[in-house]
């Protein structure tokens, strides 16, 4: 078995999984795959990765991955769920999903909490993640009552109709910057349109999407609904190539992603990708300056900046570069790092040591080509000794940039602002667009029409005015170009989860030539 001691709060306890040691800790002693209802331990193996506790550097536990048996276990074991969820009416599959985000909503802190032990951002974040993990499945639940065709009337008393129907076997394949929020996303459009899901962890974060397969679980579900199998890319091909699976939504970076598609196009199997992005923040000398630096640090700063759709290359008309930087530099000093269990922390940890020199590396690079740090951009060791081997850095804004600096064309998926100016509105759109990325972007103006007319002509998935990062359930995410096809919440996510059939009924007589 799995066995690990998280560092939470004396009162928590999760779904009878902890259990309190003699020290204070909380050792962990459960598995963390998890299919046909119930967690599965699997035999060790000999190249079990160690999973860290970011804030601490702490070893959490030896990953455990499955192999070709386990994912084939996994995937049957969905199949025979899948056969009969899709036969229950919308409204009894929106009866168990209800039902299973209230079980989110009674657990919300623990769940927070084991999000970031796992992860490293602060609870407060974590909190909101958890919301709208809830709040997507909830949101489904609504929607799977209402999931119908079309009604086509044709000559001679002859008509139509079409059926929206399930697809079958789903996967999904996680990030590591939201576990559970991922996990739910992808899993509550899938179930509510009639599909079964095994999803797959990034095996950075593995712990918290098997509590969400627990919830479903004692929310009633049929054993296989929603499994969890833990492993990296061997997993996820053994996953992809499976002839059960329908479909698979991933949400990771760039190289991987192609990699997905090109597997499942060996199948003819639909995919959903949400990957990286290198979004653009314009903001004009009208703007108000208070909400446009306000929204340039949720932009660049939540979840240590380990965020897709940040909009880390900041365009600032020049006639209020310098009051924005002044603000801006002042602020972003001011966030308190340190422990994500803190209510008062607002910058967590990174979630890994590799990913975080790796960052640090971005920084120093800026430097050499010619970047000013403005502020941040180090490591930080907090003066708590439990903390002192945790994955922090100081929140960089980097000034004097251009837009052929490697902080301003790549995705550097850390707590680093880049900052360049600009004069014209034809200019920085055309600044703005010269990426193959294309997930979000965002306008600070109090100009209406420019608003309108320049976010019309940005290419980008995800776009917003006077704000940024703000990701309702109830609007479709997902980019242009080369960040990604299809789209996550939302009604239009319905049509990635299932198929259309087309039923034609005769009337009268068969007009045949032959």
């Known amino acids: 078995m799995l066995a690990f001691a998280l560092r939470l709060r004396p009162s928590t306890g999760l779904y009878g999984v902890l259990r309190y040691a003699s020290s204070g800790s909380i050792d962990v002693q459960a598995p963390l795959n998890f299919w046909g209802g119930v967690r599965r331990k699997i035999q060790p193996q000999l190249d079990n990765e160690p999973v860290?506790?970011?804030?601490?550097?702490?070893?959490?536990?030896?990953?455990?991955?499955a192999g070709a048996a386990e994912v084939e276990q996994a995937v049957q074991d969905a199949q025979s769920a899948f056969t009969l969820w899709s036969r229950m009416t919308g409204m009894e599959r929106s009866r168990l999903m209800r039902a299973a985000a209230l079980i989110i909503e009674r657990r919300?802190?623990?769940?927070?909490?084991m999000e970031v032990v796992n992860n490293g951002k602060s609870i407060t974040e974590a909190r909101w993640d958890v919301d709208s993990a809830r709040q997507c499945i909830e949101y489904y639940a609504g929607l799977a009552c209402t999931l119908a065709g079309q009604h086509v009337q044709l000559g001679g008393g002859s008509f139509a109709y079409t059926r929206r129907e399930p697809l079958g076997v789903c996967v999904g394949i996680g990030a590591w910057n939201y576990p559970f929020q991922i996990a739910a996303w992808k899993s509550a459009p899938a179930l509510a349109c009639g599909n079964s899901m095994v999803f797959k962890p990034s095996p950075l974060t593995p712990v918290t999407a098997v509590l969400l397969a627990e919830i479903y679980a004692q929310a009633g579900a049929p054993p296989g609904l929603f499994n969890v199998v833990q492993g990296g890319q061997e997993t996820g091909g053994l996953l992809v190539h499976h002839p059960l699976v329908a479909k698979v939504s991933?949400?990771?970076?760039?190289?991987?992603?192609?990699?997905?598609m090109e597997m499942?196009?060996?199948?003819?199997?639909?995919?959903?990708?949400?990957?990286?992005g290198k979004s653009p923040l314009l903001v004009f000398e009208d703007s108000d300056l208070e909400n446009a630096v306000k929204g340039a640090l949720m932009a660049n700063f939540l979840s240590q900046g380990q965020v897709c759709s940040n909009g880390t290359r900041v365009f600032v008309q020049k006639q209020i570069l310098s009051e924005f930087l002044e603000e801006v530099v002042r602020r972003t000093r001011a966030i308190p790092i340190g422990d994500p269990l803190h209510d008062s922390t607002r910058m967590g940890a990174l979630v890994s040591l590799p990913h975080l020199n790796r960052v640090l590396g971005f920084v120093e690079?800026?430097?050499k080509e010619g970047a000013a740090v403005l502020t941040g951009g180090q490591r930080y060791r907090p003066s708590d000794p439990r903390l002192q081997g945790g994955y922090y850095m100081t929140p960089c804004v980097l000034g004097a940039c251009t837009d052929d600096m490697a902080c301003v064309r790549e995705e550097i998926f850390?707590?680093?602002?880049?900052?360049?100016?600009?004069?014209?509105?034809?200019?920085?759109?055309?600044?703005?667009?010269?990426?193959?990325?294309?997930?979000?972007?965002?306008?600070?103006?109090r100009d209406v029409q420019r608003a309108h007319r320049v976010v019309e002509r940005l290419q980008a998935g995800s776009c917003f005015i006077n704000n940024?990062?703000?990701?309702?359930?109830e609007l479709p995410f997902g980019g242009y170009k080369m960040s990604g096809v299809g789209r996550e919440n939302g009604q239009v996510t319905a049509e990635y989860y299932s198929q259309l059939k087309t039923v034609y009924v005769e009337m009268g007589d068969v007009d045949s030539l032959f």
């Open 52 to 65: 860290y506790e970011p804030s601490t550097g702490r070893v959490l536990c030896q990953l455990e991955a």
């Open 108 to 113: 919300r802190e623990e769940i927070a909490e």
């Open 365 to 367: 690079q800026a430097k």
């Open 264 to 276: 499942a196009s060996k199948g003819v199997k639909p995919v959903t990708l949400e990957l990286g």
């Open 414 to 445: 850390g707590p680093v602002m880049s900052v360049l100016s600009f004069d014209t509105e034809e200019e920085v759109l055309r600044r703005a667009n010269d990426s193959v990325l294309g997930l979000a972007a965002g306008v600070f103006t």
């Open 468 to 473: 940024y990062n703000v990701t309702p359930v």
């Open 250 to 260: 991933f949400t990771g970076s760039v190289p991987t992603g192609k990699k997905i």
